[in-house]
């Protein structure tokens, strides 16, 4: 026993010497891979040339590619990626990583910035840009998988990698399994990925053990009302005043009712109301997101917002035909994402040896929200999702000075630090599946 044991640290010490010995430098061509795949972001739904590259690359790295993998709802096919390397026997571990980009026009002012312009479902011109570093995301998976194909020798099971779409909608999970992904592929032993952010500098990770992020739950509001000519509002019965007055009041949800030590947010992201200036509409639409961490506060806010709707309607006199509607949009809503506390012990071993135990950091639960708790099925598999820094170290240091941090994701100035980013990404990443997979 005692040589086992012997053996097994002697392992693990080179393995780790051998991740440290990786990560200084980074393939140039994997940080064109990034680069570009920033400069041409594809939003939800729509991650056609994202996908056709990242199965690309995986095939070129050895890796059994099955590409258009995933059902919506409406029958429409899904973008989703699974790429399979065996390599004898062993647990399965699933290797995500999302790939969609926001509905934001870029101003980070970077040379390889985004500039591309569409037209979203409500037909207005939008920029898109990777705002939420998926790029960062996807790249790490190519350089993990390259990372893992070269290193055969040193772990044994089956690798799945899964290239996600439509995080940012979070329904993509549910369309891959929707789409039979564990009967076609198998189903996995273990569940990881990673998020870059902007509270590490890059060359850090940060864990968090147990609830680490909020559950969301999308919902659709319509505002009803009388239309008419903008200067006879007595004539009618105008939606506009009546969404602002809603807006305003659902606040008070939050801050009078819900438990002051059960964190929850209301927010309505998403306006859509009248034609032109002198015309009162028929009707005012607001899109929310809501976040919670218990089952009680998500439905105290749906009942809420659902209360205050009917009172809405009844304060203007409105006919019944015109009450306000709630509506809660199930695929577009995802559970509180938990990390499996005994996965994430053995995370953090692997992470400490391949970055130094100053590297590895223990960070907060947000009220941000994620759909790859999905994949682990109401945690009946392991789910382990870390943080990846993301920052120019000069700059982090400076905003912290400042009490500040630096543009954080969803914003037009999220500004990851390539080279490191990725260095990090992929030495971590690699690092953690090797382990997993002993």
Request: net charge negative.
């Amino acid at each position: 026993m005692r040589v086992t044991r012997l053996s097994l640290l002697f392992g693990s010490a080179l393995l780790a010497t051998a991740i440290r010995a990786q990560s200084p430098s980074l393939s140039p061509d994997l940080l064109d891979f990034y680069k570009n795949l920033h400069a041409h972001p594809e939003l939800s739904h729509f991650e056609e040339h994202t996908s056709a590259m990242l199965a690309s690359e995986l095939r070129k790295a050895g890796y059994t590619v099955t590409d258009h993998v995933g059902k919506y709802p409406d029958g429409s096919q899904a973008y989703g990626v699974v790429a399979i390397l065996k390599n004898g026997p062993g647990p399965t571990l699933l290797v995500r990583a999302d790939m969609d980009a926001l509905p934001i026009v870029e101003e980070t002012g970077v040379p390889y910035a985004s500039h591309v312009l569409v037209q979203n479902k409500s037909g207005q011109e939008v920029g898109v840009m990777h705002a939420c570093g998926h790029d960062v995301h996807t790249t790490v998976l190519i350089g993990t998988a390259r990372a893992m194909a070269a290193s055969k020798d040193r772990w044994h099971g089956t690798l799945m990698l899964v290239g996600q779409p439509s995080e940012e909608t979070i329904d993509g999970a549910k369309a891959m399994l929707a789409d039979h992904l564990y009967e076609r592929f198998g189903k996995p032993d273990l569940v990881i990925g990673l998020h870059d952010t902007n509270e590490l500098p890059a060359g850090q990770v940060g864990l968090i053990p147990g609830d680490a992020q909020a559950s969301s739950t999308s919902i659709d509001v319509v505002i009803r009302g009388i239309g008419g000519h903008g200067s006879a509002p007595q004539v009618g019965r105008d939606p506009v005043t009546l969404a602002a007055l809603y807006i305003t009041q659902i606040q008070t949800i939050v801050s009078r009712e819900e438990d002051p030590q059960d964190p929850t947010v209301i927010t309505v992201g998403d306006i859509h109301g009248g034609t032109k200036r002198n015309i009162i509409p028929d009707e005012v639409k607001l899109e929310l997101t809501t976040r919670s961490f218990t089952a009680t506060s998500r439905q105290r806010v749906i009942d809420g917002l659902k209360r205050m709707a009917a009172g809405i309607t009844t304060s203007a006199g409105l006919p019944p035909e015109k009450a306000a509607t709630v509506t809660v949009l199930d695929n577009e809503s995802t559970p509180v994402e938990h990390n499996d506390p005994a996965l994430t012990a053995r995370e953090r071993a692997a992470l400490e040896k391949a970055l130094g135990t100053e590297n590895v950091i223990t960070l907060h639960p947000v009220m941000g929200s994620e759909d790859v708790g999905i994949f682990g099925l109401d945690d009946k598999i392991p789910v382990g999702y870390f943080r990846l820094g993301a920052m120019y170290p000069d700059r982090f240091a400076a905003a912290k000075a400042a009490g500040k941090l630096p543009p954080g994701p969803h914003t037009s100035k999220f500004e990851p630090d390539p080279e490191p980013t990725l260095r990090t990404g992929v030495a971590a990443m690699t690092a953690v599946a090797t382990a997993l997979l002993q």
